[in-house]
């Protein structure tokens, strides 16, 4: 609107000019103006009317271009975002095949880490069931060499010759590989009293010499299966610290004393 303003206020000049120019050239023609302000606009609008068409359609022109522009840019952002969102897809994507791949990759190894300790816990129980085989084959041949026989589950060597005090027994079955016997339970203990002479007594491995009223294996482990006399054990004289047995019951008698006596292969009671 500003530069149309321009145009007109032009024209108006241009139009001033030429009349000027015009009366300069014919002093002696008069130009007679019977109604100045409407002739001259007309004159002044039909000498503007080309700047005016050309104006409204640079305008037009403008106008267009600004459209298109418009439109071009509304386009740009329209691919802006569907870059964007193509980056954000790809980026998302590519975080979820990084974390399956780490997922799967956790997991295998997981599987190699659980495999290995299977496999390692295999050969210690194979390497465990070979040593107990060996143990056993190792225990057998010696307890026959040493003249221990098997009785229930374990092996015993029943001493019906030589008699010795408690210690010296103990001392003799450490030599031979074992201890003086204790038993886990009344079926072992019946196994082994069916193979002892009737109203004879045996030393068996169990004394509270260390501390009164505190009774251990000889192999040093508390005892399992005691049994007991009626009144037993009562420590007769302040000196009865071992143990003996008697048609299957137990006593508690002096260490110094004499007898036959009974040894274990092993140390597991």
Known sequence: MFKFEIYLVYAFVVCNLYSIVKSQENVDSVCIL????????????????????????????????????????????????????????????????????????????????????????????????????????FQQVKSNSMGFQWIESRYFYIENNFKQTWINAEDTCRKMGGHLAAFQNQKELSAVTSKLHQDISYWVGITDREKEGEFVTASGNPPIFLTWNKGEPNNYGGNENCVNIWNGIMNDIPCELQRYYICQSDNKV
């Open 34 to 137: 019977k109604d100045a302000p409407s002739q001259c606009g007309a004159f002044c609008l039909s000498a503007q009317r080309p700047f005016i068409d050309h104006n409204y359609k640079v305008q037009r022109q403008m106008d267009s271009i600004s459209e298109i522009l418009n439109e071009n840019q509304k386009r740009l952002d329209r691919i802006e975002e569907a870059i964007l969102a193509v980056q954000k897809e790809s980026r998302n994507n590519f975080e979820t095949i990084q974390q399956v791949a780490v997922t799967s990759q956790e997991t295998k190894m997981n599987r190699i880490e659980k495999g290995t300790l299977e496999t390692q816990a295999s050969m210690e129980r194979i390497q465990r069931e070979n040593q107990d085989s060996m143990d056993r084959i």
